[in-house]
Protein backbone atom coordinates (compact mmCIF):
# COMPACT_ATOMS: atom_id res chain seq x y z
CA UNK A 1 0.00 0.00 0.00
CA UNK A 2 1.26 3.12 -0.95
CA UNK A 3 1.85 6.31 1.50
CA UNK A 4 -0.71 8.32 0.04
CA UNK A 5 -3.51 5.60 0.61
CA UNK A 6 -3.35 6.30 4.14
CA UNK A 7 -3.36 8.71 7.19
CA UNK A 8 -1.73 8.62 10.33
CA UNK A 9 -4.08 9.03 13.56
CA UNK A 10 -3.58 9.42 16.86
CA UNK A 11 -4.82 6.56 19.55
CA UNK A 12 -7.12 9.00 21.78
CA UNK A 13 -7.90 6.48 24.39
CA UNK A 14 -7.38 2.87 25.04
CA UNK A 15 -10.37 0.49 27.53
CA UNK A 16 -8.99 -3.26 28.69
CA UNK A 17 -11.58 -5.55 29.88
CA UNK A 18 -9.77 -8.24 30.14
CA UNK A 19 -6.35 -9.59 29.08
CA UNK A 20 -7.68 -10.46 25.75
CA UNK A 21 -10.51 -7.75 25.13
CA UNK A 22 -9.93 -3.78 24.38
CA UNK A 23 -11.67 -0.91 22.96
CA UNK A 24 -10.00 1.97 21.59
CA UNK A 25 -10.42 5.06 19.66
CA UNK A 26 -8.08 6.83 17.33
CA UNK A 27 -8.90 10.51 15.96
CA UNK A 28 -11.14 10.98 12.32
CA UNK A 29 -10.24 12.81 9.84
CA UNK A 30 -12.68 14.67 8.20
CA UNK A 31 -12.77 13.75 5.06
CA UNK A 32 -12.98 9.72 6.57
CA UNK A 33 -16.74 8.46 5.43
CA UNK A 34 -17.68 5.32 6.10
CA UNK A 35 -21.51 3.44 6.38
CA UNK A 36 -22.68 1.31 9.43
CA UNK A 37 -21.35 -2.20 8.99
CA UNK A 38 -18.12 -1.26 7.22
CA UNK A 39 -14.64 -2.13 8.59
CA UNK A 40 -10.97 0.01 8.26
CA UNK A 41 -8.17 -1.36 7.83
CA UNK A 42 -5.71 -0.05 10.05
CA UNK A 43 -2.27 -0.56 10.28
CA UNK A 44 1.43 -0.37 11.93
CA UNK A 45 5.19 0.02 10.16
CA UNK A 46 6.89 -3.56 10.97
CA UNK A 47 10.55 -3.57 9.96
CA UNK A 48 10.48 -2.36 6.40
CA UNK A 49 7.33 -2.63 5.60
CA UNK A 50 3.67 -2.33 6.83
CA UNK A 51 1.06 -4.65 8.84
CA UNK A 52 -2.56 -4.16 8.20
CA UNK A 53 -5.54 -5.97 9.59
CA UNK A 54 -9.26 -5.04 8.98
CA UNK A 55 -11.08 -3.92 11.90
CA UNK A 56 -15.59 -3.03 11.97
CA UNK A 57 -15.87 0.46 13.28
CA UNK A 58 -18.35 0.82 16.41
CA UNK A 59 -18.87 4.50 16.09
CA UNK A 60 -21.66 6.34 14.81
CA UNK A 61 -21.77 7.33 11.07
CA UNK A 62 -21.55 11.09 12.59
CA UNK A 63 -19.29 10.19 15.50
CA UNK A 64 -16.21 12.92 15.65
CA UNK A 65 -13.69 9.74 16.76
CA UNK A 66 -13.33 5.97 15.58
CA UNK A 67 -14.24 3.44 17.75
CA UNK A 68 -13.06 -0.51 17.38
CA UNK A 69 -13.06 -3.34 19.68
CA UNK A 70 -10.79 -6.26 19.45
CA UNK A 71 -10.27 -9.63 20.87
CA UNK A 72 -6.40 -10.39 21.03
CA UNK A 73 -5.63 -13.73 19.41
CA UNK A 74 -2.38 -15.15 20.50
CA UNK A 75 0.49 -15.44 18.75
CA UNK A 76 -1.00 -12.95 16.34
CA UNK A 77 1.20 -10.28 14.79
CA UNK A 78 -1.41 -7.57 15.05
CA UNK A 79 -2.96 -8.46 18.69
CA UNK A 80 0.86 -8.03 20.03
CA UNK A 81 0.91 -4.17 18.71
CA UNK A 82 -2.09 -3.72 20.49
CA UNK A 83 -1.53 -5.39 23.32
CA UNK A 84 0.58 -2.87 23.75
CA UNK A 85 -1.06 0.31 22.66
CA UNK A 86 -1.10 3.38 24.47
CA UNK A 87 -3.32 6.66 24.17
CA UNK A 88 -0.70 8.94 22.33
CA UNK A 89 -0.04 6.31 20.05
CA UNK A 90 -0.02 6.37 16.49
CA UNK A 91 -1.86 4.23 14.24
CA UNK A 92 -2.20 4.15 10.53
CA UNK A 93 -5.60 4.46 8.43
CA UNK A 94 -6.40 3.49 4.90
CA UNK A 95 -8.16 6.04 3.80
CA UNK A 96 -10.89 4.44 2.56
CA UNK A 97 -13.65 2.19 4.67
CA UNK A 98 -14.37 -1.30 3.36
CA UNK A 99 -17.24 -3.81 3.22
CA UNK A 100 -20.82 -4.50 2.22
CA UNK A 101 -22.21 -5.72 4.97
CA UNK A 102 -24.70 -3.11 5.18
CA UNK A 103 -28.70 -3.20 6.39
CA UNK A 104 -29.78 -0.91 3.54
CA UNK A 105 -28.75 -3.65 1.05
CA UNK A 106 -32.04 -5.54 2.00
CA UNK A 107 -34.83 -4.09 0.35
CA UNK A 108 -37.57 -4.77 2.78
CA UNK A 109 -38.23 -7.22 5.64
CA UNK A 110 -39.82 -6.01 9.39
CA UNK A 111 -37.17 -7.84 12.00
CA UNK A 112 -33.46 -7.39 11.39
CA UNK A 113 -31.99 -10.36 13.11
CA UNK A 114 -28.46 -9.49 13.92
CA UNK A 115 -26.30 -12.74 15.43
CA UNK A 116 -22.43 -12.32 16.32
CA UNK A 117 -19.69 -13.53 18.72
CA UNK A 118 -17.01 -11.88 19.71
CA UNK A 119 -15.69 -9.03 18.78
CA UNK A 120 -18.07 -9.74 15.77
CA UNK A 121 -20.63 -7.81 17.70
CA UNK A 122 -18.76 -4.35 16.40
CA UNK A 123 -20.89 -3.79 13.46
CA UNK A 124 -24.08 -4.03 14.82
CA UNK A 125 -22.65 -1.44 17.58
CA UNK A 126 -22.33 0.88 14.42
CA UNK A 127 -25.51 0.07 13.08
CA UNK A 128 -27.42 0.61 15.98
CA UNK A 129 -26.75 3.92 16.39
CA UNK A 130 -28.33 5.12 12.76
CA UNK A 131 -31.62 6.93 13.61
CA UNK A 132 -32.81 5.11 10.35
CA UNK A 133 -32.47 1.43 11.36
CA UNK A 134 -34.72 2.12 14.50
CA UNK A 135 -37.21 3.87 11.88
CA UNK A 136 -37.31 1.36 8.96
CA UNK A 137 -37.70 -1.97 11.41
CA UNK A 138 -40.43 -2.78 13.38
CA UNK A 139 -38.02 -5.09 15.39
CA UNK A 140 -34.02 -4.96 15.67
CA UNK A 141 -33.32 -8.66 17.43
CA UNK A 142 -29.67 -8.78 18.40
CA UNK A 143 -27.61 -11.87 19.87
CA UNK A 144 -24.12 -11.63 20.96
CA UNK A 145 -22.81 -15.25 21.96
CA UNK A 146 -19.50 -15.38 23.74
CA UNK A 147 -17.97 -18.29 25.98
CA UNK A 148 -17.99 -17.17 29.21
CA UNK A 149 -20.15 -14.18 30.91
CA UNK A 150 -17.28 -11.71 31.44
CA UNK A 151 -16.87 -11.48 27.86
CA UNK A 152 -20.16 -10.06 27.52
CA UNK A 153 -18.82 -6.64 27.42
CA UNK A 154 -20.76 -4.56 26.18
CA UNK A 155 -24.27 -4.76 27.62
CA UNK A 156 -24.89 -1.92 29.45
CA UNK A 157 -23.56 -0.21 26.70
CA UNK A 158 -26.94 -1.82 25.09
CA UNK A 159 -28.60 -0.73 27.85
CA UNK A 160 -27.72 3.05 27.51
CA UNK A 161 -29.00 3.43 23.85
CA UNK A 162 -32.37 3.77 25.94
CA UNK A 163 -31.18 7.26 26.84
CA UNK A 164 -29.49 7.88 23.39
CA UNK A 165 -30.70 11.42 22.20
CA UNK A 166 -31.31 9.95 18.65
CA UNK A 167 -32.30 6.48 19.01
CA UNK A 168 -33.47 6.37 22.58
CA UNK A 169 -37.25 7.09 21.38
CA UNK A 170 -37.25 3.75 19.37
CA UNK A 171 -35.68 1.46 22.07
CA UNK A 172 -38.75 -0.58 22.82
CA UNK A 173 -37.79 -1.98 19.40
CA UNK A 174 -34.52 -3.84 20.49
CA UNK A 175 -34.67 -7.26 21.81
CA UNK A 176 -31.05 -8.03 22.97
CA UNK A 177 -29.90 -11.92 23.74
CA UNK A 178 -26.53 -12.11 25.84
CA UNK A 179 -25.10 -15.82 24.95
CA UNK A 180 -22.58 -17.40 27.01
CA UNK A 181 -21.82 -21.05 25.96
CA UNK A 182 -19.68 -22.26 28.61
CA UNK A 183 -21.35 -20.81 31.97
CA UNK A 184 -24.95 -21.76 32.34
CA UNK A 185 -26.05 -19.05 35.19
CA UNK A 186 -27.37 -15.82 34.22
CA UNK A 187 -28.66 -16.09 30.35
CA UNK A 188 -31.27 -17.18 28.67
CA UNK A 189 -29.05 -19.75 26.36
CA UNK A 190 -26.40 -21.40 26.62
CA UNK A 191 -25.55 -23.41 23.36
CA UNK A 192 -24.23 -22.28 20.26
CA UNK A 193 -26.06 -19.76 18.07
CA UNK A 194 -26.68 -22.72 14.77
CA UNK A 195 -28.03 -25.25 17.51
CA UNK A 196 -30.32 -22.03 18.29
CA UNK A 197 -31.27 -21.06 15.16
CA UNK A 198 -31.80 -24.85 14.28
CA UNK A 199 -34.33 -26.10 17.21
CA UNK A 200 -35.76 -22.91 17.35
CA UNK A 201 -34.39 -21.61 20.72
CA UNK A 202 -33.22 -18.44 19.64
CA UNK A 203 -36.59 -17.63 17.67
CA UNK A 204 -38.13 -18.69 21.06
CA UNK A 205 -36.05 -16.33 23.25
CA UNK A 206 -36.14 -13.59 21.05
CA UNK A 207 -40.04 -13.78 21.43
CA UNK A 208 -40.59 -14.02 17.14
CA UNK A 209 -41.48 -16.67 14.30
CA UNK A 210 -38.75 -16.51 12.21
CA UNK A 211 -40.46 -15.56 8.76
CA UNK A 212 -39.32 -15.33 4.82
CA UNK A 213 -41.55 -12.53 4.50
CA UNK A 214 -40.53 -10.58 7.63
CA UNK A 215 -37.03 -11.46 9.24
CA UNK A 216 -33.65 -10.63 7.37
CA UNK A 217 -30.78 -11.79 9.27
CA UNK A 218 -26.74 -10.58 9.18
CA UNK A 219 -25.02 -12.81 10.55
CA UNK A 220 -20.92 -12.09 12.09
CA UNK A 221 -18.16 -13.94 13.98
CA UNK A 222 -16.31 -16.58 13.85
CA UNK A 223 -15.55 -18.46 10.83
CA UNK A 224 -17.42 -21.59 12.23
CA UNK A 225 -20.37 -20.01 13.61
CA UNK A 226 -21.15 -17.90 10.48
CA UNK A 227 -20.88 -21.05 8.29
CA UNK A 228 -23.14 -23.20 10.56
CA UNK A 229 -26.00 -20.77 11.45
CA UNK A 230 -25.68 -19.90 7.38
CA UNK A 231 -26.42 -23.70 7.18
CA UNK A 232 -28.95 -23.65 9.68
CA UNK A 233 -30.75 -20.72 8.23
CA UNK A 234 -30.75 -22.31 4.63
CA UNK A 235 -32.02 -25.56 5.68
CA UNK A 236 -34.80 -23.54 7.24
CA UNK A 237 -35.70 -22.28 3.72
CA UNK A 238 -33.78 -18.55 3.92
CA UNK A 239 -31.77 -17.43 1.03
CA UNK A 240 -28.49 -16.04 0.96
CA UNK A 241 -29.14 -12.25 -0.20
CA UNK A 242 -27.52 -10.93 -3.56
CA UNK A 243 -28.55 -7.69 -5.49
CA UNK A 244 -29.67 -9.29 -8.18
CA UNK A 245 -31.18 -11.99 -6.08
CA UNK A 246 -32.51 -10.07 -2.93
CA UNK A 247 -32.53 -13.11 -0.04
CA UNK A 248 -33.39 -12.89 4.03
CA UNK A 249 -28.77 -13.54 5.03
CA UNK A 250 -25.58 -11.40 4.89
CA UNK A 251 -23.52 -12.61 6.37
CA UNK A 252 -19.25 -11.76 7.47
CA UNK A 253 -16.49 -13.44 8.97
CA UNK A 254 -14.98 -11.20 12.09
CA UNK A 255 -12.50 -12.39 14.91
Known amino acids: MQQEKFTEQTVLWVKRHSPKHLTFAISRPESYRFAA ?11 AGFLWR ?15 FVVLIDGGPMSAHLARLQAGDTLLLDKTAQ ?13 L ?68 TRERDGTALHTRLP ?9 QAFGL ?22 QALLDAGFAMHRNRQPGHIMMENGF
Open 37 to 47: GQFSRLGVREG
Open 54 to 68: AYSVISAEYADTLEY
Open 99 to 111: GFFLPERFSDGAE
Open 113 to 180: VMLSTGSGIAPFLSILQQPEIWQRFDTLALAHSVSYHNELIFNDWIAALAEHPLVGDEYAKLRFLPVA
Open 195 to 203: EAVANGQLA
Open 209 to 230: DFDRERSRFMICGNPAMVRDTF
